[in-house]
């Protein structure tokens, strides 16, 4: 009984290949992604703020902090990519491929050399062919939400985040310019996820009836 009130408060909408509803469970996934890129923005920006704060001499207590901080925000990434809506399943696949990439080459780093995830990549920068695919991760959600919603906060950010990682392994940028980046892409990250908080949800969900489509010819 409870599930056909639902449907019946769902709104109708008409999509490419047919009507579709937005379910009270489409709308809590979006509520879900939308809190899980909170979460994460808040974890980037706060350990953000600790390193520049505390370079170059950081306390082992600040870096402890900063590492579970990193911890959260990869838990808190991999949420927001097992609830975004997108169409290319196979672009949705290999973002989750790259956060795990990501997260495994992290996880033996720290277990090998027993020093948290920032101080492993700033004194290692070849590091970041591993570590780098979390952020070549959340640079696809930077680049989705870009191109459906048109936010500057992304298109920034989808230029920053590689050329701050390129620039860190290959040592081509000054470490001022690094620092400048790195605040930048903490500040506009939080930015994006505090107006992402506000959207209206149905943007977010998409058209379902394109999804059904694609998933039929799969």
Known sequence: MQSNQ????????????????ITPADRQSVIIYRSALMVAAICFAV?????????????????????????AFSVALGIA????????AILHRALQLFLAIGSITAIILASQTHQPIAQIIY???????????????????FFKEAFCFDR????????IVPSLLLGHLTNLLPQTLKSI??????????????????QSIPPDI????????????R
Not at 51 to 66: F, H, Q
Not at 123 to 141: D, E, H, R, S
């Open 47 to 71: 350990a953000t703020g600790l390193i520049l704060w505390r370079s170059p001499n950081i306390e082992p207590a600040t870096l402890e902090l900063v590492n579970w901080l990193y911890i």
């Open 152 to 159: 500057f906060e992304t298109k920034l950010l989808v230029l």
């Open 181 to 198: 980046l790195l605040a930048t892409w903490g500040g506009l990250f939080l930015i994006f996820a505090i107006r992402k908080s506000i």
């Open 123 to 141: 004194q290692q920068p070849l590091t970041i062919l591993g570590i780098g695919f979390t952020f070549a991760a959340l640079t696809g959600i």
């Open 6 to 21: 639902s449907y019946i408060n769902s709104e109708i909408y008409q999509g490419q290949f047919d009507t579709f509803t």
């Open 206 to 217: 998409g058209d379902k009836s394109v999804f059904e489509h694609l998933k039929n010819n």
């Open 81 to 88: 990519l097992a609830t975004i809506h997108i169409y290319l």
